[in-house]
């Protein structure tokens, strides 16, 4: 699964280094949080975004539902994307 903050470099511009380094921070702390109370992982952090990884679908649509109600509660930010890959992984 997939989860990132849809116009974060704007909220940076906007709002400051100190204020996006500090929501980002509670960000990886929720996500981190959200994915092992569900059974996932992390599999890699990519500024605002992150890679997650779950043993059941219905692990990663719990989560999802919960990481996008969680931007918004705690940091009154609504626009948290979520993806979850609906294909089977290939080897390249």
Known sequence: MFS??????SFT???GDLEASALLSDHY???ESITRGKGG???KKIGDGH???????SAAV??????TAAAAARFG???????????????I
């Open 77 to 91: 930010y609504e626009r948290a994307r979520t993806a979850v890959p609906s294909s089977r992984p290939t080897a």
């Open 4 to 9: 990132d903050l849809e116009g974060f470099t």
């Open 41 to 43: 992982h992390v599999v």
């Open 51 to 57: 890679m997650l990884s779950f043993n059941a679908p």
């Open 29 to 31: 702390d929720a996500v």
């Open 13 to 15: 511009s906007e709002r």
């Open 62 to 67: 719990m989560a999802l539902l919960d990481l």
